[in-house]
């Protein structure tokens, strides 16, 4: 997959379906995305949504449908290849190598992460942005285990940008954050839009996905159930009832 971007889509999910155990965790879904958007994907716990992006990601396989990134149909790939090719992710709980210093988990992604493997002195420079644009230049030194939650999701989000993605998936990054934090996750995202990353976001807090995303894809029970410009959708009555649990009047 290396060489330019095409112009289409950079990611094309169509008629996915996964299940355990019997029960139909994500069902008949499609989202298309372009190379340059952001689009936000919410419902209820349990609606399916981090299932999708396992499947994108390529950690779990599905039931039916298919995976394209870039034009290239991914479904079969393995998640090591597919990162290399391009698509990163945070994990809903970060996952830091707590053995390690903050700069030394970047290290790894920018030196396993991408399409042609790096010595670690090729690698220094993009550590360096990486930590840079997640906020983290100034922890680099720390032990990775010694973090407070919102360094760990920065640390989540240097990780992958140390891939050098052209799709970033993001998993609830803003769970958990005081107001404050979430306001500097917000501009963090929308500097790395900028810099031309498409990202797809899982998001309970809705004003965070509203002021970044230009699109939201809402489910339920495995379903797409809406979709559409950020605040029609989440004033849609259908999402209202599943989503914030209400009926507006």
Not at 96 to 110: D, H, I, Q, R
Not at 114 to 132: C, D, K
Not at 172 to 199: H, K, N, P, Q, S
Not at 221 to 245: C, H, N, T, W
């Given at each position: ?31 298309v995305v372009g ?25 779990l ?30 994990a ?61 999701k ?36 929308r500097?790395i839009r ?5 990202v ?42 599943v ?7």
């Amino acid at each position: 997959m290396d060489g330019p971007a095409r112009d289409g889509p950079i990611l094309e999910v169509e008629d996915l379906r996964k299940s355990f155990g019997g029960i139909v965790v994500v069902d008949d879904l499609s989202l298309v995305v372009g190379p340059d958007e952001a689009v936000g994907l919410v419902g209820p716990n349990g609606a399916g949504k981090t299932t999708v992006f396992n499947i994108v990601a390529g950690d779990l396989a599905p039931d039916a449908g298919s995976v394209r990134f870039d034009g290239v149909d991914v479904t079969a790939m393995r998640a090591d290849r597919r990162c290399r090719a391009g698509i990163g992710r945070t994990a809903q709980v970060p996952r830091p190598y707590a053995g390690m210093t903050v700069f030394e988990n970047v290290l790894v992604g920018a030196v396993f992460g991408v399409s042609s493997r790096r010595s670690e002195r090729a690698a220094l420079g993009p550590t360096l942005a990486a930590l840079e644009q997640a906020g983290l230049a100034d922890r680099a030194n720390a032990a990775a285990a010694s973090l407070g939650l919102l360094d760990r999701k920065r640390l989540e989000l240097a990780r992958a940008l140390a891939t050098e993605p052209r799709l970033l998936l993001l998993d609830e990054i803003a769970g958990g954050l005081t107001e404050a934090e979430v306001v500097e996750l917000v501009d963090t995202i929308r500097i790395i839009r900028r810099r031309g990353v498409a990202v797809v976001w899982i998001e309970h807090i809705v004003h965070a996905l509203v002021a970044v995303v230009d699109r939201i894809l809402a489910m339920s029970f495995g379903r797409k159930i809406a979709e559409g410009e950020p605040r029609d959708v989440m004033a849609s009555r259908e999402v209202q009832e599943v989503y914030l649990g209400v009926v507006p009047g």
